[in-house]
Structure formats: C-alpha cells, structure tokens
C-alpha cells in the first residue's frame, strides 16, 4: 500500500513538474526497487540531461549500465568524476568493476588500492581486490585481502565464499571445512552454508 501511495505521487509530481531532476530521480529510485530496470535507467538518463552535475543520478546511471553489461559506458561517465572528486567511494569500487568487465585489471587494482589506502576500514574495498587479484592469478594476496574483507565484515558472507573456493582449488579441504563451520554457527540455516558444504565434500570426493 506505501509503495503504491509513493508511485501515485512520484507519477503526479512528474506529470506537474516534468523538467524536475529530483522527481524523476525519485522515480528512478522506485524503478531500481521494484526491478524495473530499463525503465530506471530511461528515467536517470533524463536526470543526468536536466543535470549533467548530479553525483548520485549520474552514480545510479552508472551503477545500471554495469548492470546491464554496458561496462564501457561507466569508464566514460565516471573516470572524470573520480579524478574530480577523489574519495567518492561508491564512485571508485563502480569504476574498478567496470575496468574489471573490461579486462583492465591493473587500472582496477591500482583503483582500488588507492581506495583502501584513503578508507582502509572497507569491507567491500578489500572484497573487490580480492575478486581482481583471483582474475590475475595472485592467489596469495587475493587471499590476504579476502581474509581482511571478511575480518571488517563478518557477518557478509561473499567473502568467506570466495575464501572456501580459494581452499577448494588449492585443494586445502581442512580450511574449507573449518570456513563452512563459520558460516554455519553465523547462520544456522544458511541455505549457502550448507551448500559450500556440500561442494567441499563433493571436491574432497566424499559423496
């Protein structure tokens, strides 16, 4: 009922102020909630035509471009934005992952080192370097920056996945385990938990 309320309003206020960036943002927003995407996304280019200036609709563009696999669009959209406004963090770890879908891992990792170094408390920073360093074979940092993400942010669980998969290719089961135990006592009915497990034993060849 509160989502339709603000659906009406948002619709009026567009129809009565249609040249409006903040309305129509406001209608992007509730697109990206109930996954319209195309339709988000439609919504903030008009945003970003009104107001080339607006950080968080020309961020939210970005962010749905790279949803969409269009990652060459993020680079040309925020590359001058981070040189700008360097420590826009959300902008930074968005510009990292489009360089990655690009292929342009060193760019992306130098990105997100000099992230870590403004903001070395963030999880998702560490995340991210440590997915980019697997794409470039560098076990053991991807490893330590996983081990760090996971340290910052117990209780998400992306990173103790990438951890177990690390353990399952180097063929370390014991690690694994004792990391599906983690997830497991975090969240007792943890649906991936028990999943991990699973493919640790199906590796191991105990099923």
């Given amino acids: 009922m509160k989502r339709r309320r603000r659906w009406s309003r948002s ?29 988000a996304l439609a919504a903030v280019d008009q945003v970003v035509k009104l107001s080339p200036y607006f950080v968080d609709a020309v961020l939210l ?22 040189k700008q406004s360097p420590g826009l963090l959300r902008a930074e770890l968005t510009l990292a992952e489009a360089y990655r879908a690009l292929g342009r891992l060193d760019e992306a990792t130098a990105l997100v080192r000099e992230q870590i170094k403004r903001s070395p408390q963030n999880a998702a920073s560490y995340f991210l370097l440590g997915v980019i360093l697997q794409q470039q074979n560098k076990v053991t940092e991807a490893r330590e920056a996983l081990e760090k993400a996971a340290q910052l942010a117990p209780d998400n669980l992306s990173s103790l996945q990438q951890l177990i998969d690390l ?41």
Avoid: F, M
């Fill in 11 to 39: 619709r009026i206020w567009d129809r009565t102020y249609p040249n409006s960036p903040l309305v129509k943002y406001s209608l992007a927003r509730l697109y990206v909630q109930t996954n319209n995407l195309n339709q």
């Fill in 61 to 82: 563009q970005a962010e749905l471009h790279l949803k969409n696999g269009d990652a060459q669009s993020v680079v040309d959209s925020l590359s001058g934005l981070v």
């Fill in 167 to 207: 353990d399952i290719a180097s063929k370390n089961y014991a690690a694994g385990h004792r990391r599906v135990d983690e997830v497991l006592q975090k969240q007792s009915n943890s649906a991936l938990g028990y999943y991990l497990r699973g493919k640790t034993l199906l590796c191991r060849g105990k099923v």
